[in-house]
């Protein structure tokens, strides 16, 4: 696999009732001498895999779909066969197929890296959601999940995965923790999970699609390679959501400027949702002032960027006037902070005036700050909106409907994955090369990107960026296809985007299984 490396910190990035027909745990293998009862009991947990099933169905295109839904780990093992993780999956398969070879089936996970697959489990893609306002502002406790009507479960069947060290995926010995936390550790060790799915539910001949958030999109692609090239599987599609392949793209560091030209139109649109742009810029729709942003920030902000210290004094103060009009910020801050101003600060600045800070997931988000004067943001609003949700409704659904028990805490996201290993330092971490090439080599795969214009953790205008700069045939470039939508890093909290999502993905499968 060819990978770019970076030493960097990770992204955290990422209807109608339910009918259960019967549950079922999978019963375990008697042991062969009733003496060992006792023993059997006490290894239990360290040397079998549980595997829950139920019956369901919801209304879904309406229509009654019926679906099992399993529950269970599945251990990898080394070239002794000794245990060396358990991997937690959920996996949604409707009922009454009988050609598998003719269903898709999509492996599903988030990012991080630490990040568990809830969010686009609850929120995206499965047969149950979250509740929220339909702007995907969030109720009050207590939380409760809603049957899914844009499911993707018609199109596709859907394994959810947590890579070790989340959700309930863990070492079998806690020290061996840090030989899945790295960017090559974690995609051969995801990559073993689907090889055995595929294996033991003879999925091989199925059409196979991997879907990933934030994170999750650096090892779908990684994935890309690594399945291709370790195992010879070809998928047939893969969907990125809120994409992140080349970390110099987001890294706001000394001597990088890219960031600063990228996360520019992400500004304008900040502004303008919260109605801090000039008079003749608001009143203007959103794409037009996207698209004034885009211009600037690649033509005369990029050049002024690129000129430095040599860039003509005249020259400046046109480039810090039009930077802050396009941005909501004043001039004299542009001025101070020398054209360059960071996500964090930009954040804590735009709304200075009111006391609070904007979102990094979600800039449509806002929250209140304790430090009007703090220079980096305190928090992000549309994280904290959400995480608590997610949590809850996860754990209830997982032990009352699904009937999977565990006494473990569910890692929803997990920062005891740091340090993870980027690998070579002083460089940026870059998987668009591997999909290049997986692209080239199987001129049949698909991709699809979802950007979010409010996203500013993975800017619209970088993915943009690296798909411009992916280097293949242009027939190939032709297998991408780039959907916007109207919120943020995880924009299916926004009803009208989780609509248009299901349609877009849907379609995206359909044309990606065509022969």
């Known amino acids: 696999m060819q990978v770019k490396r970076i030493f960097i910190l990770a992204l955290l990035m990422l209807g109608s009732t339910t009918w ?4 079922a745990e999978e019963p375990a293998k008697p042991a062969d001498k009733p003496a060992a009862d006792a023993k059997a009991k006490t290894e239990k947990s360290d040397t079998d895999e549980k595997n829950v099933e139920s019956k369901h169905a919801f209304s879904l295109n309406s229509q009654k ?26 996996a949604y398969t409707k009922d009454g197929v009988t050609n598998l070879a003719a269903r898709p089936v999509t492996f599903s996970f988030n990012g991080g890296p630490g990040s568990s697959s809830v969010w686009m489990h609850l929120g ?22 809603v049957d899914n009507e844009f499911s993707l479960l018609d199109e596709t069947d859907l394994v959810f995965i947590d890579p070790v060290s989340t959700g309930y995926s863990r070492p079998v010995k806690p020290d061996d923790a840090k030989k899945f936390h790295g960017v090559e550790e974690d995609i051969r060790s995801v990559a073993e999970f689907i090889r055995l799915y595929a294996t033991r539910n003879t999925r091989w001949a199925s059409p196979k699609f991997i879907i990933g958030e934030s994170y999750g999109t650096t090892r779908a692609a990684g994935l890309s390679g690594e ?13 990125l959501v809120s994409t992140v392949l080349n970390f110099q793209t987001i890294r706001f560091a000394e001597g990088n400027e890219l960031p600063y030209v990228l996360y520019l139109p992400s500004y304008a649109a900040t502004a303008w949702y919260h109605k801090k742009l000039a008079p003749e810029l608001q009143r203007l729709p959103l794409a037009e002032v996207l698209a004034q942003a885009e211009t600037f920030a690649t033509a005369d902000y990029n050049s002024a960027l690129l000129q430095g210290a040599a860039l003509p004094a005249a020259k400046r103060q046109a480039v810090v006037q039009r930077f802050a009009q396009l941005t909501g910020l004043s001039p004299n801050y542009v001025e101070r902070a020398d054209l360059r101003i960071s996500l964090s600060r930009f954040a804590e600045e735009l709304l200075r005036d009111e006391g609070r800070v904007v979102g990094r997931f979600d800039s449509r988000y806002k929250g209140h700050v304790r430090d009007r004067l703090a220079q980096q943001m305190e928090y992000d609003p549309s994280g904290e909106a959400v995480f ?3 949590t809850s409704t996860f754990n209830h659904y ?8 565990s006494d473990f805490p569910y890692e929803i996201l997990n920062g005891g994955v740091n340090p993870w290993n980027w690998g070579e330092q002083n460089s940026y971490l870059n998987v668009a090369d591997t999909l290049a090439d997986s692209l080239t080599r199987n001129p049949f795969l698909k991709v699809h990107v979802s950007c979010g214009y409010y996203d500013m953790a993975t800017p619209y205008f970088a993915s943009r960026y690296t798909f411009n700069h992916l280097g293949v045939d242009a027939t190939l470039a032709r297998n991408v296809t780039l959907d916007d939508y109207t919120a943020g890093h995880m924009m299916y909290l926004n009803l009208p985007d989780l609509k248009k999502q299901k349609a877009d993905l849907a379609r995206f499968i359909r044309s990606a299984v065509t022969k």
């Open 20 to 23: 259960r027909s019967w549950t």
């Open 65 to 90: 779909l019926e679906y099992t839904a399993r529950a269970g780990t599945i251990f990898l093992r080394d070239r002794e066969n000794k245990p060396t993780a358990e991997i937690f999956y959920i």
């Open 124 to 145: 995206l893609l499965g047969p149950r959601r979250v509740k929220l306002e339909d702007d995907g502002s969030p109720l009050p406790p207590p939380y409760e999940l």
């Open 227 to 239: 399945l291709r090239e370790r195992h010879r599987m070809n998928v047939n599609g893969i969907m």
């Open 388 to 390: 608590s949700a997610f």
């Open 398 to 405: 997982v032990r009352t409907e699904l009937k999977f028990e």
